[in-house]
């Protein structure tokens, strides 16, 4: 959440010479609501069913960059799916970074409601359960600070098997 996903993607996408898709983006198109209205009329069972969908759909569909939300890899139907299917990519954010980029944004289902201390502590506690999986990926990049250009570029090395530049 906040690490930068839906920026990053279309760049590394340019990058690699590939399509980019956001899931998050391809459920509101599929669904005709936001990611908040279906949490809030469906609730987030729902929308992980959405997500397990749409992430099942892209891989099926060639080759590109796909970022999905920060829920996705906790399922493992997707994880085996992203892991089998293309390389994971970790953009690995601090909590006081997340905190700082997303703010009060009350498209966050998962912190709407809540006020600054109760998201840091929301944040806190979704990054301790998501970090093991999410370390489990085949590149983890660090990104506190880093931008968009250099972040893509970085990326773009790993996934190439090339050393990095400098």
Do not use: Q
Request: net charge negative; glycine share 12%.
């Amino acid at each position: 959440m906040g690490a930068g996903k839906s920026t990053l993607a279309p760049k590394l996408a340019e990058s690699l010479g590939l399509e980019w898709v956001d899931t998050d983006d391809l459920i509101e198109e599929k669904e005709g609501l936001s990611i908040p209205e279906i949490f809030e009329y469906y609730g987030e069972d729902r929308f992980r069913e959405l997500e397990r969908e749409v992430i099942e759909e892209v891989s099926r569909s060639g080759p590109k960059v796909v970022a999905v939300g920060g829920g996705a890899p906790m399922g493992e139907a997707n994880w085996k799916r992203m892991k089998s299917t293309g390389e994971v990519v970790y953009l690995e954010i601090g909590p006081e970074e997340v905190l700082g980029r997303v703010g009060s944004d009350e498209n966050r289902p998962l912190l709407s409601g809540l006020n600054r201390e109760e998201r840091k502590e929301k944040i806190n506690k979704l990054l301790k359960i998501r970090h093991p999986r999410y370390n489990k990926a085949d590149y983890v990049v660090l990104c506190n600070g880093t931008g968009t250009a250099a972040l893509a570029e970085e990326v773009t090395h790993k996934l190439m098997g090339e050393n990095e530049p400098g």
